[in-house]
């Protein structure tokens, strides 16, 4: 299983997102794409249940995610944070999804909301060092099994 990209939504915008392998052959808006992201999450949820989704699978990939608070500078209710990961699509994926990538999307948001909690949140451009965190957290789960036996050897 590859983590392929990570990140965090909150009000339809992304503020933080790491590729480590491409999704797509052509540019994609990642500003429409996490608005439409947001909006299906949404309508899911509305529709069904609040905890009942965890993931969207497609042909390739699929998009596991969780669900939190935060509180903006601007803002005096505690508003929807969004924290997903693409993957490569697979086989019995969803023990996977809850053993392993569910409390590793969790530790993202947690350490964003114990960083960001009160701040103002509509420039994005102050959370790249955030990536960083992203790089630490997933670890090898970001690599290839050509990746993996690279390190070894």
Same mark, same amino acid.
């Given at each position: 299983?590859?983590?392929r990209?990570?990140?965090?939504?909150?009000?339809?915008?992304?503020?933080?997102?790491?590729?480590?392998?491409?999704?797509?052959?052509?540019?994609?808006? %990642?500003d429409?794409? *996490?608005g439409?992201?947001?909006? =299906?999450?949404?309508? @899911?949820?509305?529709?069904?249940? +609040?905890? $009942?989704?965890?993931?969207?699978e497609?042909?390739k990939?699929?998009?596991?995610?969780?669900?939190?608070?935060? %509180?903006?500078?601007? *803002?005096?209710?505690?508003?929807? =944070?969004?924290?997903? @990961?693409?993957?490569?699509k697979? +086989?019995k $994926?969803?023990?996977?999804?809850?053993?392993?990538?569910?409390?590793?999307?969790?530790?993202?948001?947690?350490?964003?909301?114990?960083?960001?909690?009160?701040?103002?949140?509509?420039?994005?451009?102050?959370?790249?060092?955030?990536?960083?965190?992203?790089?630490?957290?997933?670890?090898?789960?970001?690599?290839?099994?050509?990746?993996?036996?690279?390190?070894?050897?």
């Amino acid at each position: 299983m590859v983590v392929r990209e990570a990140g965090l939504l909150f009000r339809g915008f992304t503020l933080v997102k790491k590729s480590y392998h491409k999704t797509s052959k052509g540019k994609i808006d %990642t500003d429409l794409r *996490s608005g439409l992201l947001t909006a =299906i999450l949404n309508f @899911a949820q509305s529709t069904f249940s +609040k905890d $009942i989704v965890e993931y969207f699978e497609g042909k390739k990939f699929l998009i596991a995610f969780t669900e939190d608070e935060i %509180t903006a500078e601007d *803002s005096f209710e505690p508003e929807l =944070i969004i924290s997903y @990961a693409i993957l490569d699509k697979e +086989k019995k $994926i969803e023990r996977y999804i809850r053993k392993i990538i569910q409390p590793l999307l969790k530790q993202v948001t947690k350490e964003f909301k114990t960083l960001n909690s009160g701040k103002n949140l509509s420039e994005v451009s102050q959370f790249k060092v955030f990536k960083q965190n992203l790089d630490t957290i997933f670890g090898t789960d970001t690599q290839t099994i050509d990746q993996k036996l690279r390190g070894i050897f």
